[in-house]
Nanobody, 119 residues
Framework: QVQLVESGGGLVQAGGSLRLSCAAS????????LGWVRQTQGKEREFVAS????????SYAYSVKGRFTISRDNAKNTVYLQMNSLNAEDTAVYYC????????????WGQGTQVTVSS
């Protein structure tokens, strides 16, 4: 497993932007792809975006494609989620998640950061 710490959540008006950060640490970091998953109360966790640690290949949920951008800075062991054109449906707790490329399982999670979009 790797350790993940998110930051950057908060309250923003509809149409605004936020950037989330996820600081990663651990000896096995190179075998993890990192991504973002969000959850609203009473609903299951929803995949948002992911990025490979070495190749930089990205993937997005249809609902955020064109509005959100995931990126990483390997020198800082940090993954970012730039969120633009936010709307009320984006309100959720956002979790940074690590997927082990050997087991294909998400086995590392951050503590979550709240994003609230006011309409």
């Amino acid at each position: 497993q790797v350790q993940l710490v998110e930051s950057g959540g908060g309250l923003v008006q509809a149409g605004g932007s936020l950037r989330l950060s996820c600081a990663a640490s651990g000896r096995t970091l190179s075998v993890y792809n990192l991504g973002w998953v969000r959850q609203t109360q009473g609903k299951e966790r929803e995949f948002v975006a992911s990025i490979t640690w070495t190749g930089g290949s990205t993937s997005y949920a249809y609902s955020v494609k064109g509005r959100f951008t995931i990126s990483r800075d390997n020198a800082k062991n940090t993954v970012y989620l730039q969120m633009n054109s936010l709307n009320a449906e984006d309100t959720a707790v956002y979790y940074c998640a690590g997927r082990n490329i050997l087991t294909y399982e998400y086995d590392s999670w951050g503590q979550g950061t709240q994003v609230t979009v006011s309409s």
